[in-house]
């Protein structure tokens, strides 16, 4: 059970305690002005699996968007069991290429949405990005999860389990952040 629903029981611990790290303002959050917000940058360790997943979906649903990696090497595919989960959900990863954070080019008007409270609490610390709004994907999860779980090597069911919230937020997004549709 918890290996389907949050990866691993470290997942579940992670999740566990973003949510008072969310409620006592200690995600390292910046809050962004919806109306100022003109691109949602996806961020996670390796860009491979969540982040890649969520650029594709929110471009498919015409956001103007882009997604890195805070640790992984430019050019690298998508992970196989990724590309397999996407494409049960009707999305195709199979194009995708990796962004490395030092590769990364910030925009006016971007919005950075990571996995994971530690990496808000890296994109704090990176004087090139510590300006932009960032926030949790996971706030926009029903109900709210703000730690979705890598699901890199994990259980093929997690890996679609996390897409499939991955997805139904960044279809959230949508409303939330009208500027960020492409024209």
Do not use: K
Not at 4 to 25: D, N
Not at 71 to 98: K, Y
Request: proline share 5%; glycine share 6%.
């Amino acid at each position: 059970m918890i290996r389907a629903r949050f990866g691993t029981l470290r997942g579940l611990v992670r999740l566990i305690l973003s949510y008072p790290q969310l409620a006592l303002g200690l995600s390292a959050s910046r809050a962004a002005e919806p109306a100022q917000v003109r691109r949602l940058v996806f961020v996670c360790q390796g860009n491979i699996c969540r982040s890649a997943f969520a650029d594709v979906v929110a471009r498919r649903a015409g956001l103007n968007t882009a997604s890195f990696g805070l640790s992984t090497t430019t050019g690298r595919a998508a992970h196989d069991p990724a590309i397999v989960a996407a494409h049960a959900l009707g999305h195709d990863l199979s194009q995708h290429r990796a962004i490395d954070l030092a590769d990364y080019v910030p925009q006016e008007g971007d919005l950075l949405l990571a996995m994971e409270v530690r990496q808000l609490h890296r994109l704090a610390a990176d004087p090139r990005l510590n300006h932009l709004p960032r926030q949790l994907l996971g706030r926009w999860t029903r109900p709210m999860l703000p730690h979705l779980h890598d699901p890199y090597g994990l259980d093929d069911r997690y890996m679609a389990t996390c897409l499939a919230r991955i997805e139904r937020a960044v279809m959230r997004l949508v409303s939330a952040f009208p500027g960020a549709r492409l024209s």
